[in-house]
């Protein structure tokens, strides 16, 4: 079975400051990797994904995530916030075969502060 | 274009009362599914309909929880005999399902209570 974790559950920033919320996945073959963003009132958007190729990759808002297949990870950055980054984060990953249903972190509340 | 829809918003019942709420997938997307999000945590899946598949039923907490799908269109989560843990926002989402690398897009959720 799949698992997300997302060990920051609350992060507060300053505008300006730089952002990296971690994402760290279970399972043992292919996945396709993703972020989604819930800002207040707003119903879930795709930040970025990753299904093959570099693994570096480029979102929305200025936002980027490397997976790094050796530690099963897929961290969220971004070199500098801004006070409508404020919002919640989740990490998602699904099976690239099999099982489409995605699994979710608990994900993170981002808070940035002006 | 038309994301995904969701009715009602929202939905107040009584313990004990049945529920359905219906989701619009975007137009050409063959793949639905349903998500439950409770307050405070992330999103568990459901149910998944593709095509004309036998849906994965995989998620569904109880057999109080049904949903059906009209050929690839509309979908209808039904829970039968509310509960109060059944509380929390329903969403759907759906893909175009196109090979391995598709991506769901969620529509607003259905915030249900039941007191």
């Known amino acids: 079975a799949q698992s997300v974790s997302q060990h920051n559950h609350h992060v507060i920033l300053s505008e300006a400051a730089s952002l990296e919320l971690g994402c760290n996945y279970s399972y043992g073959g292919t996945v396709n990797l993703f972020w989604y963003v819930q800002y207040p009132g707003q119903h879930l958007q795709l930040l970025l994904k990753y299904f093959s190729g570099d693994p570096l990759v480029k979102g929305i808002k200025g936002f980027e995530a490397e997976f790094i297949k050796s530690k099963f990870s897929f961290n969220l950055r971004k070199p500098s916030v801004q006070w409508s980054d404020t919002a919640e984060y989740f990490c998602?990953?699904?099976?690239?075969?099999?099982?489409?249903?995605?699994?979710f972190g608990s994900g993170t509340r981002l808070q940035v502060q002006p | 274009g038309a994301g995904v829809s969701q009715s009602p918003s929202n939905k107040v019942t009584e313990k004990g009362k049945d529920v359905e709420l219906r989701c619009d997938p975007i137009s050409g997307h063959t793949a639905l599914y349903w998500y439950r999000q409770r307050l405070g945590q992330g999103l568990e899946f459901l149910i998944y309909?593709?095509?004309?598949?036998?849906?994965?039923k995989s998620g569904l907490p109880s057999d109080r929880f049904s949903a059906e799908r009209t050929g690839e269109s509309v979908s209808t989560l039904t829970i039968q005999r509310t509960q109060q843990e059944d509380s929390a926002v329903y969403l759907c989402?759906?893909?175009?399902?196109?090979?391995?690398?598709?991506?769901?897009?969620f529509g607003p959720g259905t915030r249900l209570t039941v007191l």
């Open positions: 309909f593709q095509g004309n598949s036998a849906p994965d």
């Open positions: 989402a759906s893909s175009a399902a196109s090979g391995n690398t598709d991506t769901q897009y």
């Open positions: 998602a990953v699904n099976a690239r075969t099999g099982r489409r249903a995605l699994t």
